[in-house]
């Protein structure tokens, strides 16, 4: 298994570099990889379709936002073998982010926090970059486009942000994430009260079927959702997914609980945390919503998946998908094979 020895041999050296460093490392590197024919040595994943949303997913494994912001690496990534690559989240004008160092590890509990802040290049530059992927032009596969508002776009203001991008990335998605659920940006997630979400998914319910009209394609939407949020919450929110006829739902985003790291180092740095202490509080939210949902509209499990089982854990709590990315950085593209694998069987 040439990508598992391969990632055990430079994993020590990402590890000993800033996260962020490792991150915009990794990327180009990978990117070079594949260039060269290097990732076509890593085993791939055998296809094991499953339609969800109306799309065909290659296998139910697929890669969570956040990783590739402004789709600069899709067809590097795509050479891995995920069942669908989600990239962004995208925000209508380039924004820096949050202040540097904004990402941390804790390699003691697999977690990772981050306060990145939607740091990205503005739609238009991602566009550019989906379009110029040989996985967009040959629609080699399934492809996710997450969609955010700016971080000095006022949060009465904020559905303009998700129009306008909606309207952008709809040609070109073969679905759409709504992200109201980064605790990254100010007020974001007030976006999920009740009020707020009943007037956000409405414009944007309206905005997908203009949209559909004009380009003669239907391109489903889903709401990806946090993992702070108490049993009421899930029960209004899964009541408004229902009401606006909304194509699916993501759980969970990263958590602002830290409870699982309390006392280790950089546990109190601001942000979300992701990765294994999230894999228990994303499952609680994904049996409540199928509680709520049933068969109704599909939900797309996400939160410390770090082996096959996890992500046989999060199918068995209701969740028709999975995505990965925590788990990615710490165990390396062995996880994806050893996922996809364990589903099939």
Not at 19 to 31: G, R, Y
Not at 235 to 253: C, F, M, Q, Y
Not at 271 to 286: D, K, R, T, Y
Not at 297 to 317: C, N, R, T, W, Y
């Amino acid at each position: 298994m040439p990508d598992k020895l391969l990632y055990a041999l430079v994993r020590p050296l990402l590890f000993s570099l800033d996260p962020e460093t490792a991150h915009n490392l990794t990327l180009p590197w990978l990117k070079r990889a594949a260039a060269i024919g290097i990732t076509g040595l890593f085993a791939k994943p055998q296809s094991v379709p499953k339609s969800v949303m109306g799309i065909t997913f290659p296998n139910p494994v697929g890669l969570a936002a956040g990783l590739d912001k402004d789709g600069a690496y899709i067809d590097a990534l795509a050479a891995l073998g995920f069942g669908s690559i989600e990239i962004g989240t995208v925000t209508p004008r380039a924004q820096p982010g949050n202040p540097k160092p904004r990402m941390f590890r804790l390699p003691a509990a697999r977690a990772i926090i981050n306060r990145m802040g939607f740091n990205n290049g503005g739609v238009d530059a991602f566009l550019a970059n989906v379009q110029a992927s040989k996985f967009y032009q040959n629609k080699e596969g399934v492809l996710g486009l997450n969609i955010g508002k700016n971080a000095d776009t006022p949060i009465e203001r904020a559905a303009e942000d998700y129009l306008y991008c909606l309207q952008k990335v709809y040609p070109y998605a073969s679905y759409v994430t709504v992200n109201i659920s980064s605790p990254n940006t100010k007020n974001l997630r007030q976006l999920q009260d009740a009020s707020e979400l009943d007037a956000l998914l409405s414009q944007l319910k309206q905005a997908q079927q203009r949209l559909a009209d004009q380009h003669q394609r239907y391109v489903p939407i889903a709401l990806k959702i946090a993992p702070d949020i108490n049993s009421e919450q899930i029960k209004s929110i899964a009541a408004a997914l229902l009401r606006h006829r909304i194509d699916g739902v993501i759980a969970t985003n990263t958590t602002i609980t830290r409870d699982a790291v309390k006392g280790m180092q950089h546990s109190e740095e601001a942000g979300g945390l992701s990765g294994a202490p999230v894999f228990e509080l994303s499952n609680q939210v994904i049996r409540a919503l199928k509680a709520e949902l049933g068969e109704a509209l599909p939900i797309i499990g996400v939160g410390g998946i770090f082996s096959g089982q996890d992500a046989q854990a999060k199918m068995e709590a209701g969740a028709a998908l999975v995505q990965i990315y925590s788990g990615l950085i710490y165990r390396g593209p062995a996880l994806l094979r050893e996922c996809i694998t364990t589903l099939r069987k």
